[in-house]
């Protein structure tokens, strides 16, 4: 078996362990709840009988341990149970209100590494000199503010002084989209409406820069750390003592090594972002598992709401199997390992 | 001690974060004093001077009902700081006790432990307070156990990977072999060289605390009105966007400022502490 290979399984098995205590969690924070889910569910014009009913319907007299299991059984076949505040089943809710989550967060994840590697690799090549004070500014002041602050300032100055982009929404009415795969940028495309695909990548700008500004800061600063500390290595002296040019030294020798730490911490970010999209959907009105997720939690929708986080779980817990996909690949030392890691 | 003050020295930025880091400490403890109208911290309303924009007489302007914006950011520094440093006093020592023994025990405790934490960790820190708050009440005391739950496994994951290391060290092996207690081993030998990352963790904490607590009451999940808090008014004020913007500009800026005060403090403790990113 190739190493990848065995990394894969090994990574893939941890996350499923790691899925079940996630459910466990869940499942405990949704049974500490004063009060009793189905009164909750019925409301307080319910008769005893109905709540009795629903009761033993929800497994509620059941023990604790088999009230999970059941939990647990339907959560494996893929049933979240069904939305009080939608009447609709959950997982129906959730595929409807995620792509819009997933597409901003996904952009947001581009425009992070976009931005903050160049940023860090800039800052380490100028140690010690203005880009790199610079660098080191923006950095600290882009991680100390919650990204709705971010969002409010945004929209602020580039959607009402300066109208460059829209206030709010996905896209704009005039555009009717099949919705094929709820990600508008392929919708769009999918439809040949370049026009419509142009709108919808205005619409997103604003809140995705919002969303990855904190993020920036951070890859810029630890890609900075890694390269400082890469340039020190005995190599990158050699490289230099050849006369290569200090680009070439700086693209070839320096970034690749310094890239393995940074991935993980990005890995990291996405998570953060995930929760973030909560604040940046808020402010931009934008139509994401964030609405569903706070309109659900305000009316104590257990089974929505336990929904919600499990996917955003499942979706954390993904990505970082992929960041550890890319990093195993990106390393030499554990692309052709031998022996087991 | 003089070290750390010549570092301070040396390096600018960090003497700009003490600096912050001392005005909104000040601002919090003695806004009945400094506030121009300190009864406007609760439910108190003047619409004569409703919503008005900044002015002599309310340097930041007032909210909807008239209230004076500069005197409830004070009191909410407040509410950030009390916020800030019960969820640390609890989330650090928790955490610590953990990672301690997850790393120094090793084996069954550490396999256990370790999961454990990996599996607070691989739920978005935001997205797990906001779902406990969703089914606790909104008020303060629920908002700190929401942050607390989320933020002591990343104390555990920190103190476990430097005592897995230090575990190996010769101090550690002389002190098992002249027969020392797991208790000693652990709390008074290895946790010593665990306290410069959990200081420093501590102080960029306090900003990324007041981050996520603003970031839940923004949501409407955490500190309810007439109690000024920073994240609230930015969500009250977004609304009355673009007029009146400074109902949502200033309580930005405040979390903004204290954010990056504590940010550029604990960089230079950092610093001082010598202590790794």
Redesign the interface.
Known sequence: MSPVLRLLLRRLG?SL???I??S???FT??R???GDPARIALGPNATPEQVANLRAEMHLDEPLVLQYGHFLADVSRGDLGTSLYTNRPVTLDIAQFLPATLELVLIAGIIMVALGLPLGILAARYRGRWPDHLI??FS??T????S??WA??L??LFA??LPIFPIAGRISDIYDIDRHTGFLLIDTLLAGNIAAFGDAIRHLILPAVALALSGIGQAA??TR?NMVETYDKPYIEMAQAYGFFPSRIARIYAFKPSLIPSLTIIGLDF??????A??VE??FAWPGLSRY??A???R?D?NA?MG??LI??LT??IV?VIVDLLIAFLNPRIRHSTRAT | MIRAIRILAANPLSLVGVILVALVVFAAIFAPWIAPFPTHNGAVVDFAFANKPPSARNWMGTDLVGRDLFSRILYAYQISLVLGVVVLAIAAPVGTIFGLLAGYLGGWAEAILMRIVDVFLSIPPLVLAIAMMGVLEPTLTNAMLAVTVMWWPWYARLVYAIARSEREEGYVLAAEVIGAGTAHIAFREILPNCLPAIITKMTLDMGFVIIIASSLSFLGLGVQPPTPDLGSMVAEGARYLPDSWWLTVFPGLAILIAVFGFNLMGDGLREVLGVDE
């Open positions: 941890i362990i790691v899925l205590g996630v466990m969690l869940i924070i949704a500490v709840i004063p080191r500014i600290l002041l991680v100390s503010a919650p709705f602050v409010v300032i929209m602020l009402f002084y600063r630890l750390a998570a953060a972002m995930l929760g973030n909560f604040l808020a402010v997720g706070v659900v939690i305000l104590k257990l709401i919600t986080v955003i779980a954390f817990l970082n």
